[in-house]
């Protein structure tokens, strides 16, 4: 059986339904035998605390700048509820899972990072170091990783808040993960008349980069793209999460919704 990397993003996970019909789901392929490492964000609920704190929410190029107050923020909503709820989610489904932060085990260390343009965004890093020995032990110990966007610098070890496509693409790189899925409201990439891609490579990729036509989340979305390729992922998946059994039908290869990418 194969292992895959799914990241389901926080707007997802706000939706009851749709994120039980989701777990169901991955706890369907983890009995089947397939190996799940489950990534997850939660833009919505951050910012939601920020607003109830009254701190502002502010992006740029498709992320979020980060001083220390929003930080600490990302560190409590993902690292906290988010990642600890999934985990009794998957519990009441008789599924064992470990909820982690990107430094538990000094399993991803991250790095600071800027904006293409070299805006500064305060504690936003990118991996730069993977270590997969604690996955590994997780994995055989057929317990499911749930593993939340946040990891410490491996200079500084404060702790960074980390896109969640990018968090993604190392996490399935570094634990050489054979498929990485991203579960979206989105449903896949658009090109420039609002058509969902069926297909992509390395090339359309950077065109619709260079172009604009790829803008807002789906900039950052399209550059872990590229990063999961070249650390070796050869299966990248974009669906829809209201797709009918989308991972099911994706991890089984015969998923024609969505956008799949490869070289």
Not at 52 to 74: I, K, M, P, W, Y
Not at 106 to 126: C, N, Q, Y
Request: some cysteine; charged content about 20%.
């Amino acid at each position: 059986m194969s292992r895959a990397v799914i990241k389901l993003g926080g707007s997802i996970l706000v939706n009851e339904a749709l994120r039980a019909q989701l777990l169901e789901q991955i706890v369907a392929l983890w009995q089947s035998g397939h190996e799940i490492v489950l990534v997850h964000g939660g833009g919505k609920q951050i910012a939601a605390l920020l607003a109830q704190l009254n701190l502002e929410s502010r992006f740029h190029d498709g992320l979020r700048v980060t001083d220390e107050a929003a930080r600490d923020v990302v560190q409590m909503v993902l690292a906290g509820k988010i990642g600890k709820d999934l985990v009794a989610e998957l519990a009441r489904r008789r599924t064992s899972a470990v909820s982690l932060a990107g430094g538990d085990g000094l399993s991803f260390l991250a790095e600071k990072t800027l904006a293409e343009d070299g805006t500064d965004l305060g504690f936003v890093g990118r991996i730069a170091q993977t270590n997969d020995t604690l996955i590994t032990a997780l994995l055989a110990a057929r317990i499911i990783p749930v593993i939340a966007c946040v990891a410490l610098g491996r200079d500084d070890f404060a702790y960074y808040n980390v896109n969640g496509d990018q968090m993604a693409a190392a996490v399935a790189g570094g634990v050489k993960a054979d498929t990485l899925v991203f579960v979206t409201d989105v449903g896949g990439v658009m090109d420039a008349e609002g058509k969902t891609m069926a297909t992509l490579n390395r090339a359309a990729i950077n065109d619709l980069l260079v172009s604009g036509v790829a803008s807002g989340g789906m900039r950052p979305k399209l550059r872990a793209c590229l990063e999961a390729l070249d650390a070796g992922v050869k299966d990248i998946l974009i669906v829809g999460a209201n797709a009918e059994a989308v991972l099911l039908k994706s991890l089984e290869g015969n998923s024609s919704t969505g956008t799949r990418i490869n070289l």
